[in-house]
């Protein structure tokens, strides 16, 4: 198989986390369609697909490698639990295939136990599980030297207004972070750059307490007790394409800021509910996509770029779920590549015209590849 071509401009390092392949293609109104795989598979199409030149980094949620059980939240610390055996025998499948950990983040959406959050979850005694859960990801994330530690806000939100103490959440958001970072720094863990926000609008009914790039940066830098430790790392288009927001202005906002770590990627249909959609895929998106990356070349960023997108439900094949799954890997890294291509035939000037309109014609011609001397010349002729 050909090797996709990728550091070109701001794309340093291509990322695959393991929750994007393991994925069954469930949503609020159709059940999965491929059959859950055990995290080890995962770690082998990931690490196929490293040797295939398709990427070189993941990331995971604590509960994609190993199940979390709150009556043992240290099972990890025993070398003999089952938990050990599982993440060593992912560890060695990973290194072995030169694959490093990008971020390390703690699942605390899915357990039924979570359903009124995590970090910010009324009942003092939930909240203390969170952080012992959040210590024990930050401990797995340390097993795979991962770069960052991501908070993603998950749950962390209100559906009723009414029954939401707006006196309390975000006291109660900055005790778990801060937490977080002094986790790490009481442990010694080196290998963590930082610590990152992932901001998000809304679930299927709730909204969330950290909805956008804007309000992570004000948290991290009004509550937070070390802003430098934590930066973000938005998703796009999805997350903030969710709230109207717009793309290129939040990757150039993050920059300005100071606190662009990395970005997850994929694609979105503007204001609908969280389609991860794989980048370039699905009714919209090019020019936000490409421009988004074009931005990021002239403001000289460069960085991890990690998917974060699911398969069409369309392609999910139950019949061939490892084949379907390698596919889709396969189609994330042609899309990346495709997007950092037109982004760099934008570096060619003319940009800045008298005219905006003129000014976006001849970007989006250079971007295509169409020149307006062929154009005109095209229009002479039928003329004639
Ligand atoms: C969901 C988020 C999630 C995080 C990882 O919408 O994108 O997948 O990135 O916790
Ligand atoms: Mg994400």
Redesign the pocket.
Known sequence: MKRIPFNTGPCTLRSMPF?CVGNPLGDPFGSAILPKIDSLEVAQLLADAARQGLIEATSF?DDDLVPWNPDHPNDDLDPSSETSKKLEAIRTLLDRAGLSTNTA?CSLHGHPLFRRGGLTNPDPAIRRLARSKVERSIRIGHRFGARYF?Y?V?RDGFEVPAATDWKAVYAWLAEGLNHAHDYIRRQRFRNYVGGTI?P?PNEPRGHMFLPTAGHAVGFIQSCLKTPDFWSVNP?LLQ?ESMALMNGVLTVAYLVACNKLAFL?FGSQIKAQF?NDFPPLVGPEGLKETVFLFHALDRLGWKGVVEF?CHMLRTEGDPDHPLECRRGFIRHCAIALSFALELAGRLRTPPFIHESETETDLLAQMALCGVSLRTIEARARKQKR
Do not use: L, R, V
């Open positions: 929750w949620h983040t991501t993603w998950a992932e998000k998703e997350h997850h969280d974060d």
